[in-house]
């Protein structure tokens, strides 16, 4: 995001939900550690932020029209159960009287201060980039009537997500337009932006456990090594492989609040392992992606059902028809659903948006990932490599719905009047999706871009409610 015309906000604060943002120009410089590998593109669903592609501009004789941005939350703290397992590495090391290895000898001193699942400073700042981004793209689409339509669902770390977006939005056009979150989805009823509403769905256990079971071992056992005594498990391990995305982002997050230019330093956990073993890592988010809420979950996919039909609602300015996920209260109310905006932007999690992808069709695979690693594809199936969760769902993910008007002058039929046609197009983290489900050109100027009409008739299965799908959450 440094291309943004050089404007990065600073939060200067520690409590995020009440942050503020100023006119400081900042950077973040992203680490590259063992050659030319940077490790923070192998941390899966912990990666910090970064572009999949280059965004390019409209093909001449397009407009833009309409956008809707779909945005995960920003960098967190690890979760309860995260933190539970991550305690209880930390301690098992720190209880040895000796290591063999001087890559530990951090850990004599360390204190562990993380919290538990909310948003940090380092977070909140990716939010306010995008907010700052998503204003100077589109600034052509906003006016004081016509302002950004917010939502999030309610987790804390989304709903200060999307308080942190708005900020940047406003501080991008020197607060003349300044959206508000409209709408907070409760996770605790009709929300299409979580995965909490399909009690038969399963999990990716089974897949992940199996891929543990390939890569921890050796890297279990040698520290184990180097710190005798401390018996750790391989589930510590991946553990203890967490710390390093974790801890680096958070120890960011303190630059932040003493106002210095925020850089990240990679944290001394990161040295414990190798860029090979952090694949390993990047390889378990994967196949917990594709398993949980991806197309390797029966009952994935139909969880993102809810969101599409809401988005087929907003481009076609029509009312919303779905029976799975969505509040039809909500729904129904033009002061909660309008359907006249030109910029729409929901917050959610990353397991949802993997749902959403899965459920329009995106990154398609042929073959599923296999639980005994990329290595173990039978000869002549090898991954395809689309499916890689640091470039699906980072922190900060965003996938970005371009409506646009192409066209060219008609001066036979119609008086000279200019006749055009509503076009789509998907972005997922600034990558150009190739939209071959509804016959989108693979190459030339029209590239990755299909016609709103072929768009919504691609979406079959949410417009079919998912098929059957969604009676099976609930079947007994």
């Not at 809707?68 to 305690?87: E, N, V």
């Not at 543990?212 to 589930?235: E, G, K, Q, S």
């Not at 990679?266 to 040295?271: G, I, M, T, V």
């Not at 359907?339 to 999690?349: E, I, Q, V």
Request: aromatic content about 10%; some cysteine; hydrophobic content about 35%.
């Amino acid at each position: 995001m440094s291309s943004l015309l050089g404007v990065f906000w600073l939060l200067t604060c520690a409590l995020i939900a009440s942050c503020s943002v100023t006119n400081e120009l900042t950077t973040v410089e992203m680490p590259v550690s063992s050659g030319n590998t940077d490790i923070t593109r192998l941390w899966g669903a912990y990666s910090p932020f970064f572009e999949a592609g280059t965004y390019e501009a409209p093909p001449a004789g397009c407009t833009i029209n309409q956008v809707h941005l779909l945005q995960r939350h920003g960098a967190r703290y690890p979760t309860s159960g995260a933190s539970t397992s991550i305690i209880s590495g930390i301690n098992k090391l720190q209880s040895v009287q000796h290591y063999t290895d001087p890559r530990l000898d951090f850990l004599k001193t360390f204190t562990y201060s993380l919290g538990v699942a909310d948003l940090i400073s380092f977070g909140a700042h990716q939010s306010a980039q995008t907010g700052a981004l998503s204003f100077t793209r589109y600034s052509h689409l906003i006016n004081a009537t016509n302002l950004p339509f917010v939502r999030a669902s309610s987790s804390t770390r989304v709903v200060d997500s999307a308080t942190n977006w708005t900020t940047g939005f406003s501080a991008a056009n020197h607060h003349l337009f300044n959206p508000s979150l409209s709408v907070i989805l409760s996770e605790n009823g009709n929300d299409t932006l979580d995965d909490n509403m399909c009690p038969n769905a399963g999990t990716s256990d089974a897949e992940t456990n199996t891929w543990l079971a390939v890569f921890a071992p050796p890297i279990t056992a040698r520290l184990n090594r180097w710190a005798p005594t401390a018996n750790l498990t391989d589930a510590e391990t991946f553990s203890l492989l967490s710390m390093c995305p974790f801890h680096t982002l958070a120890s960011a997050s303190t630059a932040f609040v003493s106002g210095t230019p925020p850089q990240l330093q990679l944290s001394p956990f990161c040295a414990l392992f190798s860029v090979e073993e952090f694949a390993a890592f990047e390889y378990s988010m994967d196949l917990d992606k594709f398993y949980g809420t991806g197309y390797g979950a029966p009952l994935g996919p139909v969880q993102g059902v809810g969101y599409i039909n809401e988005l087929l609602a907003r481009l076609t300015n029509a009312p919303v028809n779905d029976s799975t996920q969505t509040n039809s209260t909500l729904t129904g109310d033009p002061k909660t659903f309008p359907l006249d905006r030109t910029m729409y932007a929901d917050f959610s999690h990353d397991n949802e948006m993997i749902a959403i992808y899965a459920a329009m069709g995106l990154f398609p695979q042929r073959v599923p990932l296999d639980p005994r690693g990329p290595a173990a594809t039978a000869p002549g199936r090898e991954r395809e490599g689309k499916w890689v969760a640091s470039r699906l769902v980072p922190f900060s993910a965003r996938m970005v719905v371009e409506r646009m008007e192409c066209g060219e002058w008609n001066t036979r039929d119609e008086g000279k009047r200019k006749r055009r046609e509503n076009y789509v197009r998907v972005l997922v983290n600034d990558a150009l999706q190739p939209l071959e489900f509804c016959g989108a050109p693979q190459g030339g100027g029209m590239k990755g871009i299909c016609t709103l009409e072929k768009f919504v008739e691609s979406q079959g299965y949410a417009r079919g409610g998912g098929g059957g799908d969604w009676e099976k959450c609930f079947s007994a």
